[in-house]
């Protein structure tokens, strides 16, 4: 029905500055609950930020500091900002959203890859 699609991933040194967006529909966009996860190589995957309709946020304590999630209502995009990136934050990232309704339903973009490396 709707749909989440990343981009922004590349390969980057340790240290460096990248910025991930997570493109949706208007349907998506006004759900309550988005963010994002990763899954790092031989790992399960994890809950990066989670954002909320009236823009409040959380973080993994790894990442606490140096990520910070963000919307542009107009754009109907969700953005994560990363700086300081380091090697374990090699992975691939993927945008999600919470629907709500009678029956609630999870979405998952398709995922972009971030390697940090030297």
């Known amino acids: 029905q709707v749909q989440l699609m990343e981009s922004g991933g590349s390969l980057v040194q340790p240290g460096g500055f990248l910025r991930l967006s997570c493109q949706t529909s208007?349907?998506?966009?006004?759900?309550?609950?988005m963010g994002w996860y990763r899954q790092a190589p031989g790992k399960e995957r994890e809950r990066v930020s989670l954002?909320?309709?009236?823009?409040?946020?959380n973080y993994a304590d790894s990442v606490k500091g140096r990520f910070t999630i963000s919307k542009d209502n107009a754009k109907n995009t969700m953005y994560l900002s990363m700086n300081r990136l380091e090697l374990e934050d090699t992975a691939v990232y993927y945008c999600?959203?919470?629907?709500?309704?009678?029956?609630?339903?999870?979405?998952w973009g398709q995922g972009t890859q971030v390697t940090v490396s030297s």
């Open positions: 954002i909320t309709l009236r823009d409040a946020v």
């Open positions: 999600y959203a919470k629907l709500e309704g009678p029956a609630p339903q999870v979405l």
């Open positions: 208007e349907e998506i966009f006004k759900t309550r609950l």
